[in-house]
């Protein structure tokens, strides 16, 4: 028989129980601590006991068993409490009778009190650190405690002072609304919730502002969360028995909650995409084979559907995740890497480098799907063995308190499985060397680095320390490491996140279902990161799980996806299924019946390029400016609903979105000047009411668009180019005056001339460079 413990769980912030967890994890002074356990295989007649041993008490406590699953007893048993600083021992006894007795090994905690922390926090500039030695008093805050076994300073938890009716906003992706709801303790934890997400976030970032420009950012790996009360603020770190010392807080006050956001901007550094990132997308986790990848291409092109980027995420042998599935070679050791020339590639994918050249002649760039993990099936397939035996005796991979590799825990995605220890540097070099042919030789464009949640409990163990200091910024150097082997214009397409990863990589927001709900909730949580620091988002169209969305879901999500940052078509379903669950808008009209989806899309594939050289310029701007590209109009114009979802798109762009199947009246109030609906040209200030199943948009009158100009010189022209050709005074005359400098190479201006069948017409003029209009394209 087999007794199973493990009294921190994995450390799941949800308090998800395993079923033989502790709790509370951290015992507080003078409460009971309920203890759970597991007898394996469950036998009849079994009975258990806890024996706990204390300073000064030694006693005995027959267990309650509480169920049997998978033929296993789940047992429960209390602890008594006791003093703060008092260490306790424990251990289990179980079996029929005393010739049959098994007895666990002991385990001990120290119990803990929160004390007054004031003393322990020093302040400089618009940094808040725990520094035992060094504390001063801190007049901005309201209360502060750390959590001590008397000897060392573990969680800490400051409450500052919340003024009459401020509102907050930020922590990077949550789903269920813009504003930060009250009473609610909203955790920051790299988590991999799949659908339904909430509050739960993959790419979450400890940092909210208020509309009165308040700001906070706890800058550590730690586990935190805030809540905000009526009066209150609280922020809380947990560090789960790792000192606390030398932890920082930022904070800072500005005029405004524009400024505030500019300084996660300086920390988040986020880089800006490369002109072809701004392009649609196309991706599938279905296409798993060069057959199918080409039927994508020749139905793309023939039905002349612009695309830029295709992702591929079934490639990889699904072990080492850096050779093409049924790729024959001969294996290396494992300090060594391959060459192109070292593979014999076969079905499913036999020429991969014809099949990158045929993509890239028609102008669209390949991203390739990537994990941190590496798995082993059986010693059949020689190379992720080899690399597994190898990495383990170099200490390449995570590991646990007794020095063996660290492995994904049962029920958690990839469970089972190593992963790569990032912060080794060599680790790091080792696992990314593996993937330089696939840039270097392939011509690969960038990768699609899903996973980084990986590291669950506290025993883990990396070359930075405990899981509990590194597990949120773990994504940060997988990214990192991933990105120094790209070529200048690669790039990176992630799903998990923290306050740096901006840096390195473009995100999409979580994983959703294809229904109105996750519409909205993805937008949402698209603006929660851009306000976080992260300007560069995207989504799966239409949502990526379940049955083929509805005609109309589909329809409105796509002009959406004109006006965000990437525009990605996705879908779940792998292998074969059938019906095919691809969003692809030829897969649609199949799925409906209904061939008018393809010139729906195509008109919008093209809209999203020709006002491609716009979201590039104001891309660029974002990251130097320090503010969203896309920014909720409720931080500019504070009469706007606080969940309502219209936002700007650059500067000169306000997107309101119809996210709901039954769309009431919604009421929006335009920033300062005057706007023109880029459906019909009607001009339009200050507040106004929409009401229809249309996103609307608005530009700025008197700016000027940047555009890629279509061959028949309409907006929605089909276009397979991104290039800079014209620009578009916003206006219905052309500009006249004294020549201002034109920053923009474009020879020709357009002006908005009419509307027909409820679009604008434009019309265009020849210009000579730099002498025409009192316009500047960098306005």
Same mark, same amino acid.
């Given at each position: 028989?087999?007794?199973?413990?493990?009294?921190?769980g994995?450390?799941?912030?949800?308090?998800i129980?395993?079923?033989?967890?502790?709790?509370?994890?951290?015992?507080?002074?003078g409460?009971?601590?309920?203890?759970?356990?597991?007898?394996d295989?469950?036998?009849?007649?079994?009975?258990?006991?806890?024996?706990?041993?204390?300073?000064?008490?030694?006693?005995?406590?027959?267990?309650?068993?509480?169920?049997?699953?998978?033929?296993?007893?789940h047992?429960?048993?209390?602890?008594?409490?006791?003093?703060?600083?008092?260490?306790?021992?424990?251990?289990?006894?179980?079996?029929?009778?005393?010739?049959?007795?098994?007895?666990s090994?002991?385990?001990?905690?120290?119990?803990?009190?929160?004390?007054?922390?004031?003393?322990?926090?020093?302040?400089?500039?618009?940094?808040?650190?725990?520094?035992?030695?060094?504390?001063?008093?801190?007049?901005?805050?309201k209360?502060?405690?750390?959590?001590?076994?008397?000897?060392?300073?573990?969680?800490?938890k400051?409450?500052f002072?919340?003024?009459?009716?401020?509102?907050?906003?930020?922590?990077?992706?949550?789903?269920d609304a813009?504003t930060?709801?009250?009473?609610?303790?909203?955790?920051?934890?790299?988590?991999?919730?799949?659908?339904?997400?909430?509050?739960?976030?993959?790419?979450?970032?400890?940092?909210?502002?208020?509309?009165?420009?308040?700001?906070?950012?706890?800058?550590?790996?730690?586990?935190?969360?805030?809540?905000? !009360?009526? +009066?209150?603020?609280?922020?809380? @770190?947990y560090? *789960?028995?790792? #000192?606390?010392? =030398?932890?920082?807080? %930022?904070?800072?006050?500005?005029?405004?909650?524009?400024?505030?956001?500019?300084?996660?901007?300086?920390?988040?550094?986020?880089?800006?995409?490369?002109?072809?990132?701004?392009?649609?997308?196309?991706?599938?986790?279905?296409?798993?084979?060069?057959k199918?990848?080409?039927?994508?291409?020749?139905?793309?092109?023939?039905r002349?559907?612009?695309?830029?980027?295709?992702?591929?995420?079934?490639?990889?042998?699904?072990?080492?995740?850096?050779?093409?599935?049924?790729?024959?070679?001969?294996?290396?050791?494992?300090?060594?890497?391959?060459?192109?020339?070292?593979?014999?590639?076969?079905?499913?994918?036999?020429?991969?480098?014809?099949?990158?050249?045929?993509?890239?002649?028609?102008?669209?760039?390949?991203?390739?799907?990537?994990?941190?993990?590496?798995?082993?099936? !059986?010693? +059949?397939?020689?190379q992720?063995? @080899?690399?597994? *035996?190898?990495? #383990?005796?170099? =200490?390449?991979?995570? %590991?646990?308190?007794?020095?063996?590799?660290?492995?994904?825990?049962?029920?958690?995605?990839?469970?089972?499985?190593?992963?790569v220890?990032f912060?080794?540097?060599?680790?790091?070099?080792?696992?990314?060397?593996?993937?330089?042919?696939?840039?270097?030789?392939?011509?690969?464009?960038?990768?699609?680095?899903?996973?980084?949640?990986?590291l669950?409990?506290?025993?883990?163990?990396?070359?930075?320390?405990?899981?509990?200091?590194?597990?949120?910024?773990?994504?940060?150097?997988?990214?990192?490491?991933?990105?120094?082997?790209?070529?200048?214009?690669?790039?990176?397409?992630?799903?998990?996140?923290?306050?740096?990863?901006?840096?390195?990589t473009l995100?999409?927001?979580g994983?959703?279902?294809?229904?109105?709900e996750?519409?909205?909730?993805?937008?949402?949580?698209?603006?929660?990161?851009?306000?976080?620091?992260n300007?560069?988002?995207?989504?799966?169209?239409?949502?990526?799980?379940?049955e083929?969305?509805?005609m109309?879901?589909?329809?409105r999500?796509?002009?959406?996806?004109?006006?965000?940052?990437v525009?990605?078509?996705?879908?779940?379903?792998?292998?074969?299924?059938?019906?095919?669950?691809?969003?692809?808008?030829?897969?649609?009209?199949?799925?409906?019946?209904?061939?008018?989806?393809?010139?729906?899309?195509?008109?919008?594939?093209?809209?999203?390029?020709?006002?491609?050289?716009?979201?590039?310029?104001?891309?660029?701007?974002?990251?130097?400016?320090?503010?969203?590209?896309?920014?909720?109009?409720l931080?500019?114009?504070?009469?706007?609903?606080?969940?309502?979802?219209?936002?700007?798109?650059?500067?000169?762009?306000?997107?309101?979105?119809?996210?709901d199947?039954?769309m009431?009246?919604?009421?929006?109030?335009?920033?300062?000047?005057?706007?023109?609906?880029?459906?019909?040209?009607?001009?339009?200030?200050?507040?106004i009411?929409?009401?229809?199943?249309?996103?609307e948009?608005?530009?700025?009158?008197?700016?000027?668009?940047?555009?890629?100009?279509?061959?028949?010189?309409?907006?929605f022209?089909?276009?397979?180019?991104?290039?800079?050709?014209?620009?578009?005074?916003?206006?219905?005359?052309?500009?006249?005056?004294?020549?201002?400098?034109?920053?923009?190479?474009?020879?020709?201006l357009?002006?908005?001339?009419?509307?027909?069948?409820?679009?604008?017409?434009i019309?265009?003029?020849?210009?000579?460079?730099?002498?025409?209009?009192?316009?500047?394209?960098?306005?």
């Amino acid at each position: 028989m087999e007794i199973i413990h493990t009294p921190f769980g994995i450390d799941d912030p949800y308090f998800i129980v395993q079923g033989c967890e502790r709790e509370p994890r951290e015992p507080l002074e003078g409460g009971c601590v309920k203890v759970r356990f597991v007898t394996d295989p469950m036998v009849v007649g079994q009975r258990a006991w806890i024996e706990v041993q204390s300073d000064s008490r030694r006693y005995k406590r027959r267990a309650q068993y509480q169920l049997n699953h998978g033929g296993k007893a789940h047992w429960e048993v209390n602890i008594d409490g006791e003093n703060a600083g008092v260490t306790v021992r424990y251990r289990f006894i179980a079996g029929r009778g005393p010739s049959t007795y098994v007895t666990s090994e002991w385990y001990e905690y120290t119990v803990c009190r929160w004390i007054e922390a004031k003393r322990f926090l020093s302040l400089k500039n618009d940094r808040l650190a725990v520094n035992r030695s060094d504390g001063t008093s801190c007049d901005c805050l309201k209360e502060a405690y750390v959590l001590t076994d008397g000897k060392e300073l573990y969680d800490l938890k400051i409450i500052f002072e919340r003024e009459e009716g401020e509102r907050f906003y930020g922590l990077g992706e949550h789903f269920d609304a813009i504003t930060i709801p009250e009473d609610e303790e909203r955790y920051i934890h790299v988590y991999d919730q799949y659908k339904v997400q909430r509050s739960r976030g993959y790419a979450p970032v400890p940092f909210i502002l208020s509309d009165r420009g308040r700001a906070l950012l706890i800058d550590t790996g730690f586990l935190s969360s805030f809540k905000i !009360d009526d +009066s209150k603020i609280t922020l809380s @770190i947990y560090t *789960r028995g790792c #000192s606390i010392e =030398g932890t920082e807080i %930022r904070f800072w006050k500005e005029d405004s909650p524009l400024k505030a956001i500019e300084k996660i901007y300086k920390i988040a550094k986020p880089c800006p995409p490369p002109l072809w990132a701004l392009g649609p997308w196309l991706s599938a986790n279905q296409w798993n084979s060069q057959k199918k990848v080409m039927e994508v291409l020749r139905e793309t092109v023939e039905r002349d559907l612009p695309a830029t980027t295709l992702v591929v995420e079934a490639w990889a042998d699904e072990q080492t995740f850096y050779i093409f599935n049924g790729a024959e070679y001969d294996p290396v050791s494992g300090d060594d890497k391959f060459n192109l020339k070292d593979f014999r590639f076969h079905e499913p994918w036999p020429d991969p480098v014809e099949m990158i050249n045929k993509l890239h002649e028609r102008g669209i760039r390949l991203v390739l799907w990537q994990i941190p993990v590496i798995k082993c099936f !059986d010693e +059949s397939t020689p190379q992720p063995a @080899i690399d597994i *035996r190898y990495g #383990s005796s170099r =200490g390449y991979f995570a %590991r646990t308190g007794d020095g063996s590799d660290y492995r994904i825990p049962v029920a958690r995605w990839h469970e089972g499985n190593v992963v790569v220890d990032f912060y080794n540097e060599e680790a790091a070099k080792w696992w990314a060397s593996k993937r330089e042919y696939l840039v270097e030789e392939l011509g690969v464009d960038g990768f699609k680095t899903d996973g980084g949640e990986h590291l669950w409990g506290r025993d883990t163990l990396t070359a930075a320390g405990s899981a509990a200091k590194v597990r949120n910024t773990y994504p940060e150097r997988y990214f990192e490491t991933i990105a120094g082997i790209l070529r200048e214009d690669g790039i990176l397409f992630s799903r998990a996140g923290y306050t740096r990863s901006p840096a390195h990589t473009l995100f999409w927001v979580g994983d959703e279902d294809s229904t109105w709900e996750a519409l909205r909730d993805n937008i949402t949580a698209g603006l929660n990161v851009s306000i976080s620091g992260n300007p560069f988002w995207g989504w799966d169209i239409a949502g990526f799980s379940g049955e083929v969305p509805s005609m109309e879901l589909y329809r409105r999500s796509i002009e959406l996806a004109v006006f965000t940052p990437v525009f990605q078509l996705h879908s779940e379903d792998s292998g074969d299924p059938s019906p095919s669950s691809e969003r692809t808008p030829w897969n649609l009209a199949k799925a409906w019946e209904d061939e008018s989806i393809i010139d729906y899309y195509r008109n919008f594939a093209s809209l999203r390029m020709t006002i491609s050289p716009y979201i590039y310029r104001e891309s660029l701007h974002a990251a130097q400016a320090g503010l969203p590209l896309t920014l909720p109009l409720l931080l500019i114009e504070k009469e706007n609903d606080p969940e309502g979802l219209t936002y700007m798109f650059g500067r000169d762009m306000v997107v309101s979105p119809a996210v709901d199947e039954e769309m009431k009246e919604r009421k929006i109030s335009l920033p300062e000047g005057h706007w023109v609906n880029l459906w019909n040209g009607n001009l339009h200030s200050g507040q106004i009411a929409i009401v229809g199943e249309r996103t609307e948009v608005f530009l700025r009158k008197g700016s000027v668009i940047p555009l890629s100009i279509p061959p028949d010189g309409t907006l929605f022209g089909t276009n397979w180019s991104q290039e800079e050709t014209g620009l578009l005074y916003v206006g219905s005359e052309f500009p006249e005056g004294p020549g201002v400098r034109l920053s923009s190479p474009a020879r020709r201006l357009a002006r908005i001339s009419g509307v027909e069948s409820g679009i604008i017409k434009i019309e265009w003029r020849e210009i000579e460079y730099g002498l025409t209009g009192k316009i500047d394209s960098d306005n």
